[in-house]
T-cell receptor, first 114, second 119 residues
């Protein structure tokens, strides 16, 4: 079955530690996205990547980093510089081209900083 | 920059009844898509319906339909014959289409409306 997987589902981190969230897709999509969701808020874009080895900052990139070494994978690192990292993180992917623009979402990772 | 506003934080509807969720957006763009996403308690984001701005005809997907008023920048979602499984957060989202084909295609989301379907 094609889809997007995110791991782990729940993640706990101590203050001052970096942590990496995994996102993998087998939809053969070129573009991938990371969003953050806070209670009572919509999703906000952290980073996106249109092709391998290229990525761009979104609206709230400070304290985060990403890599895109493979088409299927787009891991997100939450660094110690992120002041309020506790949130729900969603990864999405989108096929390229103007004719079809749906973003498909993974099941999300809940990050809690202790 | 685009903004999306959902003015109803919470709503409830009786099972089998009809409910309408409101969404307004602000943009200077002329070429864009609008979406409604559903997020049930599992937190999986699911696309409900999509509307291309250049189409005048309102999109429909089974029990879900939209009222797209481009001039008023309004994009409401109507759910007919509400079912218990419709209980979820509903997010309205805007996607700007780049003119050259190279662009982020990012989604700008509203804050959501929590819909409860009452048996």
């Amino acid at each position: 079955d094609g889809g997007i997987t995110q791991s782990p589902k729940y993640l706990f981190r101590k203050e001052g530690q970096n942590v990496t969230l995994s996102c993998e897709q087998n939809l053969n999509h070129d573009a991938m996205y990371w969003y953050r969701q806070d209670p009572g808020q919509g999703l906000r874009l952290i980073y996106y990547s249109q092709i391998v080895n290229d990525f761009q900052k979104g609206d709230i990139a400070e304290g985060y980093s990403v890599s895109r070494e493979k088409k299927e994978s787009f891991p997100l690192t939450v660094t110690s510089a992120q002041k309020n990292p506790t949130a729900f993180y969603l990864c999405a992917s989108r096929t390229s081209g103007r004719s079809y623009n749906e973003q498909f979402f993974g099941p999300g990772t809940r990050l809690t900083v202790l | 920059a685009q903004t999306v506003t959902q003015s109803q934080p919470e709503m409830s509807v009786q099972e089998a009844e009809t409910v309408t969720l409101s969404c307004t957006y602000d943009t200077s763009e002329n070429n864009y898509y609008l979406f409604w996403y559903k997020q049930p308690p599992s937190r999986q984001m699911i696309l409900v319906i999509r509307q291309e701005a250049y189409k005048q005809q309102n999109a429909t997907e089974n029990r879900f339909s939209v009222n797209f008023q481009k001039a008023a920048k309004s994009f409401s979602l109507k759910i007919s014959d509400s079912q218990l499984g419709d209980t979820a957060m509903y997010f309205c989202a805007f996607m700007k289409l780049p003119y050259s084909g190279a662009g982020s295609y990012q989604l700008t989301f509203g804050k959501g409306t929590k819909l409860s379907v009452i048996p």
